[in-house]
Structures are given as C-alpha cells and as structure tokens.
Nanobody
C-alpha cells in the first residue's frame, strides 16, 4: 500500500512563493513517476508537473518557468517549488504516483496513487 502525504500549502500574496512537499511510503517511490495536479473550485483537475527518475521533468505551459519539481529519493519526497504565484494558481494541489514506465504522464487516470491534497490560496 502506497500512501502520499502533502504539506506546505497556505496563503500567499500574488508574486510570492511556496514549496509543497509530498512524502511517500513504500518502495514504489524510487522508480515511480511523481506528478502534481491541482483543482480549483468548479474546474477539472489539471496537470501541473511531473518528475521521473534521472531528473526527467515535465510542466504545464501555465507554470513553466515559475514552478520547479524535484525529488529526494532518500527522503521519499517530491517537492513543488512555486514562484511568482498568481491568483489563478489558487487550488487544491495533490501529488500522485504512477507505476507506469513511460513519460510524461499528464492525465489523472494515468496515476495509481493520490494524496489528500493541500490548499494553496493566492491573494491579490
């Protein structure tokens, strides 16, 4: 059983930064693809970023050059550093893990395990 636990969400002013963390249990983590998704009220869940082994990364166009995804396999943790935050970045951010061996994965149904999510609020 794989469990993912996110942390680091909160309230930030537009232009500010936050770093989200997602800690995973189980041996799945080392070779898994880890993704970040977000869902704002009334909107569908959308892909934000993903990272695979050897540092391969992929980003949604809306966050490219502002967000950075990274992982620490020793700590079983994946991070999402968010900079230059905009009000439209406000959402519940969730991390996910996939057992697939292709990259990138941008659809929620391509991921096998999900965290509970953490709220990010961006004020004007």
């Amino acid at each position: 059983q794989v469990q993912l636990v996110e942390s680091g969400g909160g309230l930030v002013q537009a232009g500010g930064s936050l770093r989200l963390s997602c800690t995973a249990s189980g041996r799945l983590f080392t070779n898994s693809i880890m993704g970040w998704f977000r869902q704002a009220p009334g909107k569908e869940r959308e892909f934000v970023a993903a990272i695979w082994t050897f540092g391969l990364t992929n980003y949604a166009n809306s966050v490219k050059d502002r967000f950075t995804v990274s992982r620490d396999n020793f700590e079983n943790t994946v991070y999402l550093k968010m900079s230059s935050l905009k009000p439209e970045d406000a959402a519940v951010y969730s991390c996910a893990a996939s057992r697939a061996s292709r990259f990138p994965l941008v659809r929620p149904d391509e991921y096998d395990y999900w965290g509970q999510g953490t709220q990010v609020t961006v004020s004007e």
